[in-house]
Structures are given as structure tokens and as C-alpha cells.
């Protein structure tokens, strides 16, 4: 490896070191070989540091956090660690196909701004079904808000972006760092205050380049967040969203965590944030309602009963285009950015796609 590697690769984790080790593989077996990983344990973690101490590979660094601080900076740590000018991110219980890194660096190295951010589709592994992520790919001049969160389906988004997929800047990483405390809609979060920024752009890779396992019997970090801090998160969003984004966001993805109150103070109060802020749509209002009164293990099964008799929407190859607002001194908001798409270069699995980001 070269003193100066192409790609840093950062994976935080804690407590579970036959995920992390499967992880851990996936990015050392890329093809792209001129890589490093750099593995943050956040807290004391002796079996983790027992696991991977039996990957005998160079490029593997460890990086022991005293104490837990959070995936997120867990994360910022390995940035501050990473030594390439591109930054890849891996959730420890997720895994990369071989070709990740090379076909994301081949869509960056065709870039047209400075400070690209590089995602992908993924295979979304749940215990019913397996189907790909995102259903499809943007729209021309569709800002990156609404691609994200506005619903086309009852249950499901269109859009998605995951944290094992993002392959961005080192400086962007640095600059932008991850919200630490924030315990869902990270990667929602980061991209859209990346986006804020001069020189930054979203392209997303049509192939599917990623493993996500979503092994609904292992609880997971992001789902254990209370309602009322997100809430709180989405208000301070507001000004990087649309109206169209915040009322789905409100309607589907906060209703979705706060609808086990079963409290009719607190849906009346979402629904009125969602109406005063927001423009919902007739899907959002369905969505909102359908999220009150029906179980969530029930939307769940329904949901991929649905996305499983599904093939993956073709999405358009665009370029970017010009922001339709803009901050005060000029710059493109994220709420109005759009997101420059390529066209496919690897056949896209003939599994169900679609997401249930939202529910």
C-alpha cells in the first residue's frame, strides 16, 4: 500500500465482533487493493479487539475509543484517522459486494464539481423478503430533499440513502462531521447539510453495491429513538426542506415512531406541524393515517408482501441543474438541490425493490 491510500474506509462498532469481522472482510476483498480500514471500537471492548486481531492485513488499523460515544462519532473519529483523499462508510453490520469502491471511484473520477458525494443502490436482506434500494433513481431537477423522503406509495419511499453506501470527500467528512447524539436519519441529515455547501453534489451509482442486513430477531441502534428528539431534529431541519419534504417527514417518518403513544394529543399535534410547515400530499395524508391504525408488524409483512412482486423503476441519467432558490449569498440550498444520477452499468437484481424508509 502507498503512504497516502486510495480510499479510507471507516466502520464503527461495538459489541458485536462477528459482525464487524464479516464487515471488515468485505472491504479488505475489494478489488480496489490500495485501500485502508479503519475500525473505531467505541468503548472497552476486549472480544472485538480479540476478533480482529486474527486478520493478519496490513491495511487494517484499530482505533479504541475510551469510552462510547455514539456510531456518529465513531465515525467522525475515523475520518480524523483516514489518510485518503476519499472516505468510504461501512456499518459493521452491513457488507460491500467486491466492486463497490471501484465503480464508485469510476463515477467520481467523471464528477463535474469539486466535492461529490458518492452513493449507491443496495440489497436491502430482511428476514421475508430481499429487494433493492432505492425503487429508483432521481428525477432530473429533483432537489435531493423530496427524492429522499416524498412518498409515491403507501408503503414504501422512493428514495434512499444509506450510510454503508456513502463514499465522499475526506475534506467533505471533515468539514460536514455527523451530528453526534443523533440516533436515526443520520445519513439524511449529513447529505442534506453537505449539500449546503459550495462544490457539493449527489451522484448515485444505479448498480447495487451494497449488503444491508436488516435481521429483524438483532435489535438495532436506530431503531431506539425516542420520538420527541426527533421531532426536534426535523423542526431544526425545516430550513434545508421543501414544504413537500417536511410534511413527509413529519407524517411518515415522525408518525411512524411516535404512533405507539396511541395519544391523540400527539397525532393531532403531527398532523398540524405537518399542515402549518409543510404541503402534504394526498399519499401523505394516507400514509399518516394508515401508520396510526395499523400494527406495525402488520405494515411490515404488507409492505413486503408488496416489494416483493416488484422489479426496480428505471431511473434517468441527468446532469445537474441549476437550483431553483438559493441562499442569500448566492449558493444553491440543499433544499433545492437536485441530484446528478448515471445510468447503469451492472444489471440491477430482479428482486422486489423499494423501501420502507419511513415506517
Not at 71 to 83: D, I, L, T
Not at 120 to 145: H, Q
Not at 179 to 201: F, S
Not at 254 to 269: C, L, N
Request: overall charge neutral; hydrophobic content about 40%.
Amino acid at each position: 500500500m502507498s503512504s497516502a491510500p486510495e480510499v479510507s474506509v471507516v466502520i464503527p462498532t461495538f459489541a458485536r465482533p462477528d459482525l464487524v469481522t464479516r464487515a471488515v472482510r468485505s472491504a479488505l476483498a475489494q478489488t480496489v487493493t490500495d485501500l485502508e480500514v479503519i475500525v473505531v471500537i467505541d468503548g472497552p471492548d476486549q472480544a472485538t479487539q480479540d476478533a480482529l486481531s486474527g486478520i493478519d492485513d496490513h491495511r487494517l488499523r484499530l482505533v479504541q475509543l475510551a469510552q462510547k460515544g455514539g456510531a456518529p462519532n465513531a465515525r467522525n473519529v475515523g475520518v480524523e484517522h483516514a489518510a485518503a483523499p476519499w472516505t468510504a462508510l461501512l456499518d459493521d453490520d452491513d457488507e460491500w459486494l467486491p466492486e463497490k469502491l471501484s465503480v464508485q471511484l469510476a463515477y467520481a473520477r467523471t464528477a463535474t464539481v469539486a466535492l461529490p458525494i458518492i452513493a449507491s443502490r443496495l440489497i436491502n436482506k430482511t428476514p421475508r423478503a430481499e429487494f433493492v434500494m432505492p425503487r429508483r433513481l432521481p428525477f432530473d431537477g429533483e432537489p435531493v430533499c423530496e427524492y429522499l423522503t416524498v412518498r409515491r406509495g403507501l408503503f414504501h419511499g422512493d428514495g434512499f440513502i444509506q450510510t454503508s453506501t456513502i463514499m465522499a470527500p475526506t475534506s467533505l467528512l471533515r468539514r460536514v462531521p455527523f451530528t453526534v447524539g443523533l440516533r436515526r436519519q443520520q445519513e439524511l441529515d449529513w447529505t442534506l447539510r453537505a449539500l449546503d455547501h459550495d462544490g457539493v453534489d449527489l451522484v448515485i451509482a444505479a448498480e447495487p453495491l451494497v449488503l444491508w442486513h436488516q435481521d429483524e430477531d438483532r435489535p438495532r441502534i436506530s431503531l431506539n429513538s425516542p420520538w420527541e428528539a426527533q421531532l426536534e431534529w426535523v423542526r431544526k431541519m425545516r430550513p434545508l426542506l421543501t414544504p413537500k419534504a417536511y410534511a413527509a417527514i413529519m407524517m411518515s417518518i415522525i408518525s411512524s415512531m411516535a404512533a405507539p403513544t396511541r395519544s391523540f394529543r400527539v397525532f393531532r399535534m403531527l398532523l398540524g406541524d405537518a399542515r402549518r410547515h409543510g404541503r402534504p400530499s394526498a399519499i401523505d395524508y394516507l400514509t399518516f393515517f394508515q401508520i396510526w391504525l395499523i400494527p406495525p408488524q402488520l405494515r411490515h409483512t404488507l409492505r413486503d408482501r408488496i416489494l416483493s412482486r416488484r422489479r426496480p423503476a428505471p431511473g434517468p441519467a441527468v446532469e445537474p441543474t441549476p437550483a431553483t432558490s438559493a441562499t442569500p449569498d448566492g449558493r444553491p440550498s440543499a433544499a433545492e438541490h437536485t441530484v446528478r444520477t448515471a445510468a447503469a452499468v451492472l444489471p440491477v437484481p430482479t428482486s422486489s425493490p423499494g423501501s420502507d424508509v419511513h415506517v
